[in-house]
């Protein structure tokens, strides 16, 4: 599998009393390799694919602190270095609840461009990934949609991420469904899942991952503690129970369930069987804190 995306450095912050303005809040802070693309891959190595491989963009600052904990964790990482930019950094603040609210520098991370890409990155390739934040900047999104073509003329099998309900109501989900044409599969959230339907919470995730699974063969929403849904064929086909753990921190938790869903599918699982598997890693992706394995 190859995933092309986004490699940062998180800065996550847990802090079990509110924030209080203008003064100090304790806090438990750790500086972790992170990134939506990054860690799906990590996760889907860590449920067992033997060849995973990433393209992403980072800075020179810490491109081989990056390189060795993808390599750590089973993952063939290739590291564009940025000349001009600083890898991406994330500050994670983490409440008693366990949601996080991010703060997001996207430094070199959507820097990517076409000029980074070579049909030859496909080859041996069984399946790509698209993490979903390469569609919120100029470049990036011209690099996906190249990606996406060259895939498509070879007959792999291409998935996407939303990745951001912040950063899709910026761009448009319209203007985000017209980019993703041609994918196979759609891994978003139920925030991100109501917004490319068009629904109003009220809604509900059913609705909204039958609504997409018109446009999008097999459609997956995760919805934290409640499970996921598989839908298909623009109807809700199953529900699958989200595995109960005591969660510490909820950062990564859907680039676990992307990780551990692909790595199943292309070892043959069917989608149930495949969301099951997402819903096992996720659930020991929030028993730690960061978002890789």
């Known amino acids: ?31 972790l390799p992170g990134g939506a693309g990054a860690n799906a891959a990590c996760w889907a190595a860590c449920a067992g694919l033997a060849d995973v491989r990433l393209l992403a963009r980072v800075g020179a600052e810490s491109s081989r602190w990056h390189e060795r904990a993808l390599l750590a964790c089973g993952v063939r990482p290739r590291l564009v270095v ?79 991420d939303p990745a951001s309900a912040g950063f899709l109501i910026a761009l448009g989900p319209r203007r985000f469904l017209d ?49 996921a849904l598989v839908a298909q064929g623009g109807r809700v086909t199953a529900e699958v129970a989200a595995e109960p753990v005591r969660a510490v921190d909820s950062t990564g938790a859907g680039d676990a369930f992307t990780g551990g869903f692909l790595a199943a599918r292309l070892a043959g699982a069917d989608p149930v069987e495949a969301a099951r598997a997402g819903c096992r890693s996720a659930a020991r992706a929030v028993t730690r804190l960061g978002g890789r394995p």
């Open 179 to 227: 980019a993703v044409a041609g994918a196979g599969v759609l891994l978003p959230n139920e925030d991100e899942a109501l917004l490319l339907a068009g629904l109003p919470r009220p809604a509900g995730a059913g609705a909204a991952a039958a609504e997409l699974s018109r446009l999008v063969p097999l459609v997956v929403v995760t919805r934290g503690a409640a499970g």
């Open 1 to 31: 599998m190859l995933v092309v995306g986004d490699v940062v450095t998180d800065v996550v912050a847990v802090h079990p009393e509110p924030l209080v303005p203008a003064t100090d809040t304790a806090a438990r802070i750790r500086t």
């Open 82 to 160: 940025d000349p001009d930019a600083p890898t991406g950094t994330v500050v994670a603040l983490v409440g008693k609840d366990t949601e996080r609210t991010f703060l997001t520098d996207s430094g070199a991370a959507l820097r990517l461009s076409p000029a980074d890409w070579t049909p030859g990155l496909l080859d041996g390739v069984a399946h790509l990934h698209l993490s979903g934040y390469l569609y919120f900047a100029d470049s990036s999104r011209e690099l996906a949609l190249v990606a996406l073509r060259d895939a498509r003329a070879r007959g792999v099998p291409v998935s996407v």
